[in-house]
């Protein structure tokens, strides 16, 4: 129960040059008087997209229901079992006449089959665009788009007669617009934390002092920590923390960018890969906290990705790697990756189920994040039986912690639809399909 006489605004910002820090959930941004749980808390959705298909065996579970096994890879998420939904049989698009890679990442959220030429695009809205449309009404950014490759250094090229944005991107704000992905982490902090309406030179003087972000919201902070209770002053000085903590990543990582490097394969190793994609999951946890946005898309690679796994003890690109062709050696080296790359998320879905909101309840209790591939076999390019799980509480909405088996065939875009009921979306343009949809998913179904 609230003791205050007068609560804070909803959306309380921390402001100085340059700077415009977004306060996460708090109890004293609820009416006098009032328990949090009357007020329903935001609804956060995320896509991981990991290219090049996943290795089958060490992903799916065997067992239906409520008793399913902990493959490989969803054994890095055990600490939030009871929040996993792994959705079995669901295929990717129709179509066997689009490039594996190429359908595999563009029609991950869109369903829809990309037009084949250099020049035109033509693929559908991505699902998390719909979302974003809604949600970014009440957050400063409407959605957050990143990788890990830089994107801009194959704008243009070829990739089986297509244009490379299909596979550069997972996110479409129209059927002919992609969306950029972000791979620069000093980019994702300034549009989380950087004040938007500041001039870009009282920014760049901030950076240019290399001090705090923090330093120059201390006076507002100050006065907003004199309205809080205890608890949400201890709250507020962990977040605190954690923000300067990846502010100093983020400075690092920069410093190590000028550093002159000779002419080599781009190997990917520890802690340059690692930590670049802990700390885009840091800034993505930062942003559900803060309340920044309600939705991302995140690439862990891009389809056809030649980055060398050197820290696993890899001398062969990704990408070829998964073209194993029966080989043992090679396809264990592939699911090495995909065990890796689960192992980074589980880490975020740590933070998030520690993490809570001004009712108690965990930021995963109130998301929707699904990890997954476009392709189900990166071997032979298939688009079937795709590896698809659904984690998060959903605000209350998913009965998770089940492996459900549906129909073989069953449509990813009837994922999208039931994502977007929940959301409270309708799809009036098109009516009650999405994509190649066929319905919505049963997401309470027991086996």
């Avoid at 991107?169 to 969306?179: E, G, R």
Wanted: charged residues 25%.
């Amino acid at each position: 129960m609230m003791i205050f006489k007068k609560a804070i605004p909803r959306r309380t910002f921390l402001r100085g040059m340059g700077a415009a820090i977004s306060m996460p959930m708090m109890s004293a941004m609820f009416p006098a008087l009032a328990a949090p749980s009357a007020s329903k808390m935001p609804l956060r959705t995320g896509y991981i997209y990991s290219p090049n298909g996943i290795i089958r065996e060490r992903w799916r579970p065997t067992t239906r229901g409520v008793n399913f096994e902990m493959t490989d890879i969803l054994k890095n998420w055990e600490h939030v079992r009871d929040k996993i939904l792994v959705l079995s049989n669901m295929n990717n698009g129709e179509s066997e006449s689009v490039d594996g890679h190429v359908g595999g990442s563009s029609m991950f959220l869109t369903g829809v089959e990309p037009k084949k030429s250099m020049s035109e695009l033509f693929v559908g809205t991505s699902v998390d665009q719909y979302i974003a449309q809604k949600t970014g009404k009440e957050t400063p950014l409407a959605s957050l788009q990143i990788c890990i490759e830089n994107a801009a250094e194959l704008a243009g090229q070829s990739n089986a007669g297509y244009n490379s944005a299909y596979t550069n991107t997972i996110s479409w704000s129209s059927p002919t617009t992609p969306l950029p992905m972000e791979h620069r982490p000093r980019e994702i902090f300034e549009r989380l934390f950087g004040d938007g309406g500041t001039d870009p030179a009282a920014r760049q003087r901030r950076i240019g002092r290399q001090k705090s972000i923090l330093d120059f919201v201390k006076e507002d902070a100050s006065r907003v920590k004199r309205e809080l209770g205890m608890d949400d002053n201890h709250k507020l000085d962990e977040f605190t923390e954690a923000l300067r903590g990846v502010e100093q990543r983020v400075q690092m990582a920069e410093s190590k960018t000028d550093m002159e490097l000779p002419e080599m394969q781009r190997p990917v190793g520890i802690p340059a890969h690692e930590e670049h994609i802990a700390l885009m999951y840091d800034l993505l946890f930062l942003a559900f906290q803060t309340d920044t946005t309600r939705v991302f898309s995140f690439m862990v690679a891009r389809e056809y990705s030649e980055l060398v796994y050197t820290h696993l003890g890899h001398t062969d690109p990704y990408h070829p790697l998964t073209h194993h062709r029966g080989d043992v050696t090679r396809k264990r080296q592939a699911g090495e990756i995909d065990v890796y790359h689960a192992k980074l998320f589980g880490d975020f879905l740590a933070k998030m189920e520690a993490a809570k909101d001004a009712d108690g309840s965990s930021l995963l209790d109130n998301s929707m994040i699904v990890y997954g591939a476009g392709m189900g076999e990166g071997d032979v390019h298939n688009q079937y039986n795709v590896p698809i799980a659904l984690l998060g509480g959903g605000g209350g909405h998913l009965k998770s912690g089940r492996n459900i088996e549906y129909t073989m065939g069953t449509p990813l875009t009837n994922l999208h639809l039931s994502m977007l009921d929940i959301h409270g979306i309708e799809l009036e343009s098109m009516g009650t399909r999405f994509g190649a949809s066929t319905g919505r998913l049963d997401l309470s179904a027991t086996s």
